[in-house]
């Protein structure tokens, strides 16, 4: 484990590369692909001075963008179309990809590195700017 790791608590950010980690853990996600996760995170940026958390962006495929949220946040909202919900609950569980803070991590890496222990993006902000952004 890398220093910056080690020194906020951030175990579960692997070493090198990239992992899938358990949803509902330490954290759930919401996905929004191609340039709409892009304009959501740079509206995102915008409506919190340049820190709204940890965000994760994919450079192949559906070029997705995955914004984490303290655990247990999402399930029980209503979130526009376009964006896919990561958690877990009886019978369900989802799993979201997370890079290593440096090294090679392709095709995932940070937007937005997490600053803090327990600093996540916050949910009704992110809803607030997924509703303008896309609609309800």
Aim: proline residues 9%; glycine residues 8%.
């Amino acid at each position: 484990m890398d220093t910056q790791s080690r020194e906020v608590n951030l175990d579960w950010i692997p070493a090198s590369g990239f992992q899938l980690r358990k949803a509902g853990v330490q954290f759930d996600a919401v996905r929004v692909d191609d340039e709409d996760g892009r304009r959501l995170a740079d509206l995102l940026e915008a409506m919190t001075g340049g820190d709204p958390g940890p965000v994760v962006i994919e450079a192949y495929g559906r070029r997705s963008v995955y914004f984490l949220l303290p655990a247990g946040s999402t399930s029980h909202r209503a979130w526009p179309r376009g964006v896919t919900r990561f958690n877990s609950g009886p019978a369900h569980v989802s799993y979201i990809p997370v890079p290593a803070l440096r090294g090679r991590t392709w095709p995932l890496s940070w937007r937005f590195p997490p600053t803090e222990a327990d600093r996540f993006v916050h949910p009704l902000i992110l809803l607030k700017a997924a509703s303008a952004l896309l609609g309800s």
